[in-house]
Nanobody, 119 residues
Framework: QVQLVESGGGLVQPGGSLRLSCAASGNIFSIGDMGWYRQAPGKERELVAGISNGGDTNYKSVTGRFTISRDNAKNTVYLQMNSLKPEDTAVYYC??????????????WGQGTQVTVSS
């Protein structure tokens, strides 16, 4: 069974940096898009960044501060977060579009990791 395990969350001061990791494991045939969503208290879950298998990236509202990357050999996606602001406080969820066989992919989700930026 496929699992996505997140790590790297924590408490940081405004202006600080944090790097999140998300590693996929299990019965993986191939991985397409990977990325990160976040959900703050009282708000809807929103896309932060995504990255294709070939390395094409897209960002929402964090351009210039956050960088998404991936290591295909490790089935891992990263989110480097710099110049953190209190409004970045949220639970961050990674996702990966994974095929367990040559067919249409399914989206798998990490367990979520808390990022808190103190104010």
């Amino acid at each position: 069974q496929v699992q996505l395990v997140e790590s790297g969350g924590g408490l940081v001061q405004p202006g600080g940096s944090l790097r999140l990791s998300c590693a996929a494991s299990g019965n993986i045939f191939s991985i397409g898009d990977m990325g990160w969503y976040r959900q703050a208290p009282g708000k809807e879950r929103e896309l932060v960044a995504g990255i294709s298998n070939g390395g094409d990236t897209n960002y929402k509202s964090v351009t210039g501060r956050f960088t998404i990357s991936r290591d295909n050999a490790k089935n891992t996606v990263y989110l480097q977060m710099n110049s953190l602001k209190p409004e970045d406080t949220a639970v961050y969820y990674c996702y990966a579009d994974i095929r367990t066989r040559p067919s249409l992919p399914s989206r798998f989700w990490g367990q979520g990791t808390q990022v808190t930026v103190s104010s």
